[in-house]
């Protein structure tokens, strides 16, 4: 399943599955196939999204200097921080216009 979020105050956002339904259970949001984030909501889904990114990276930072070598594998996996990113700036135009988020209307 692909999720197409939505507002009016910036472009539609694709994501698959998987992300999308990670990053909706960090905001407190249920995976679905229809959902919306209010405006007043938005502040909050933020700062949870900002502290999971940077305690996704705090493990992230602790694995790589205990790999030996120091060269980063050539098949990195996406990080949460690029994952959440578009999000983040989706649910930051939208605060900012006060103009909820919706999927699957």
Same mark, same amino acid.
């Given at each position: 399943m692909m999720y197409k979020f939505r507002s009016r105050a910036d472009s539609d956002l694709f994501m698959n599955q998987g992300p999308a339904e990670r990053i909706?259970?960090?905001?407190?949001?249920? /995976?679905?196939p229809k959902g919306i984030i209010e /405006?007043?909501?938005?502040a909050r889904a933020i700062a949870a999204l900002e502290a999971a990114v940077e305690e996704d990276e705090g493990g992230r930072g602790g694995a790589q200097a205990a790999a030996q070598g120091g060269a980063p594998a050539s098949g990195q996996a996406i990080s949460l921080r690029q994952r959440a990113w578009p999000f983040v700036q989706l649910l930051k135009r939208?605060?900012?216009?006060?103009?909820?988020?919706?999927?699957?209307?």
């Open positions: 909706l259970g960090i905001i407190g949001k249920q /995976p679905g /405006p007043a909501d938005m939208s605060l900012e216009a006060d103009t909820p988020v919706v999927w699957g209307v």
